[in-house]
């Protein structure tokens, strides 16, 4: 059973930089392309970020684009999400989820990923 822990949320003012975590367990890391989307209590759950299970492929929403960057480290099973030069939009419960693809492209909508984390919290302070 594949489990996603995520990590790194906080309290940072606008501005700020903030690194989350997303910790995957239970599988072949390598199968799966790993996403993040965020939701607050005002909007529908929103596509932030994904990358394919090579790494060399990256997608990010248009509200982020040039501010945050995706990364993954196979080994330690593991995709970070560095955000950068946070406003207060971006408060929100951000997760991340995985899909079992090995493709060179990413899916970007919800529906498409298998499996979620709990979420972690972002305020960003103005």
């Known amino acids: 059973q594949v489990s996603l822990v995520e990590s790194g949320g906080g309290l940072v003012q606008a501005g700020g930089p903030l690194r989350l975590s997303c910790q995957f367990s239970?599988?072949?890391?390598?199968?799966?392309?790993v996403g993040w989307f965020r939701q607050s209590p005002e909007k529908v759950r929103e596509f932030v970020a994904a990358?394919?299970?090579?790494?060399?492929?990256?997608e990010y929403g248009e509200p982020v684009k040039g501010r945050f960057t995706i990364s993954r480290d196979n080994p330690k099973m593991t995709v970070y999400l560095q955000m950068n030069n946070l406003k207060p939009e971006d408060s929100a419960v951000y997760f991340c989820?995985?899909?079992?693809?090995?493709?060179?492209?990413?899916?970007?909508?919800?529906?498409?990923?298998?499996?979620w984390g709990r979420g972690t919290q972002v305020t960003v302070s103005s």
């Open positions: 239970g599988y072949t890391f390598l199968y799966y392309t």
């Open positions: 989820a995985a899909k079992k693809l090995q493709d060179i492209n990413v899916p970007t909508s919800a529906t498409e990923y298998e499996y």
């Open positions: 990358i394919n299970w090579s790494g060399g492929t990256t």
